[in-house]
């Protein structure tokens, strides 16, 4: 079973730099201020409100510090919080505390809350009224402005005392083509191996950033006994807490970019109207329950292949590349050249039948790119 992933129009988010204008901080915190009070509301005593029936419950008495837009605006994205956390099956326990400054201007067909001006300038509601700002946009996102068919919304942030925006474009992609099969292995220590229909590989090794988030696992578990401990003892655990954030966010950022920059060299070193071919994998949340044995799922909860797969899927649209699923079923132990199955120890693979030896991620990847021509050919 094979698919195209055609796609005309895609979503794009990028960063601008703002300046630190007051009346924008001031919009913040009444954004904020909107959403930290019918949070409660919205939780409803453990059965969230959706969006419509909580607009109902409670606009009447959060209007007026911010326009009507922004005020609905609010309302939904508290109600979408509820949603999404019931959604991921971890439905929220108590009402959720939305301490992070952040305020969602919808511009474009969507609303008029701001508007990206041809001399450069932001025009911008704020609770002291509409004004405009200059903004700055990084050099690698200057090509999406251009290009961009629609601006959607703009999300302003506050960062480390600065103020951000997270701009949200429609851009324009041509549908891709999909002649050319890439097979693509993704794995733990070979983070990425592919093979194109002229026999080329690609090797992209996850061995340093796995042994980095290994250490950070180490750090964090003793980190974790110490705030224990302090918690037995009454002490402040303030500073053990903070440096436990500190640690998961370069976990999280070091990974999330690992991926990126991976999906980023797949789709450079793939020729154009290719077809990048995946297998289907179905791999549950590690979990306890559902999945065996602690080393397993610390494993599992490391290995980044969702996160490959995703950023692989977005940057190909811009590449114009089509993206593929086969059945994962033993492309790892089958031979790719007799088709029989053979044995698989760590990184070689060997077939007692016809005598053919291989590295095993790189026969894998041949096994997916073979399988998806033999279900477009045939």
């Known amino acids: 079973m094979w698919y195209n992933t055609r796609v005309v129009n895609a979503q794009r988010t990028f960063t601008i730099l703002l300046p630190q204008d007051p009346d924008l901080r001031a919009t913040l915190n009444a954004f904020q201020q909107v959403q930290q009070e019918v949070s409660p509301i919205a939780f409803n005593q453990g059965h969230p409100l959706q969006a419509v029936p909580l607009q109902r419950a409670c606009y009447h008495n959060v209007k007026g510090t911010l326009n009507s837009q922004m005020t609905i605006t609010a309302l939904r994205l508290v109600a979408g919080a509820y949603a999404s956390a019931r ?83 429609t851009l324009e992609y041509p549908d891709p083509k999909g002649i050319h099969p890439i097979g693509i292995d993704l794995n733990e220590t070979n983070a ?126 811009e590449f114009s590349l089509a993206v593929a699923d086969v059945n994962a079923a033993y492309t790892s132990q089958m031979c790719s050249r007799c088709g029989l199955l053979g044995k698989r120890r760590r990184h070689k693979f060997s077939c007692p039948s016809c005598g053919f030896s291989l590295h095993a991620d790189l026969n894998a990847a041949v096994n997916i790119r073979n399988r998806y021509t033999v279900s477009r050919d045939g």
């Open 87 to 169: 959604a991921n099956k971890r439905p929220a326990q108590k009402s959720f505390s939305f301490n992070r400054k952040a305020a969602m201007f919808l511009v474009g067909k969507r609303g008029r809350d701001a508007d990206f001006r041809k001399d450069g300038t932001l025009s911008i509601w704020t609770v002291a009224g509409r004004k405009r700002i200059p903004y700055q946009v990084p050099t690698a996102f200057q090509h999406w402005v251009a290009e961009a068919q629609e601006i959607d919304s703009l999300t302003v942030i506050e960062r480390q005392g600065r103020l951000l925006g997270r701009v949200v474009v």
């Open 192 to 317: 990425l191996v592919a093979v194109d229909a002229d026999g080329n590989d690609l090797f992209i090794s996850g061995k340093e950033v796995k042994v980095r988030n290994h250490r950070a696992f180490k750090t964090r578990k003793r980190l974790q006994s110490k705030l224990a401990s302090r918690k037995a003892e009454g002490k402040d655990t303030h500073s053990v807490r903070r440096v436990l954030k500190r640690l998961g966010r370069k976990r999280s950022n070091r990974t999330r970019t690992f991926a990126q920059t991976t999906a980023k060299r797949l789709c450079q070193w793939a020729k154009p109207d290719s077809v990048l071919v995946f297998e289907a994998l179905n791999i549950p949340q590690p979990r306890k329950g559902r999945i065996r044995g602690k080393a397993r799922r610390r494993r599992l909860s490391q290995w980044q292949y969702g996160l490959v797969r995703r950023y692989a899927e977005s940057k190909a649209q």
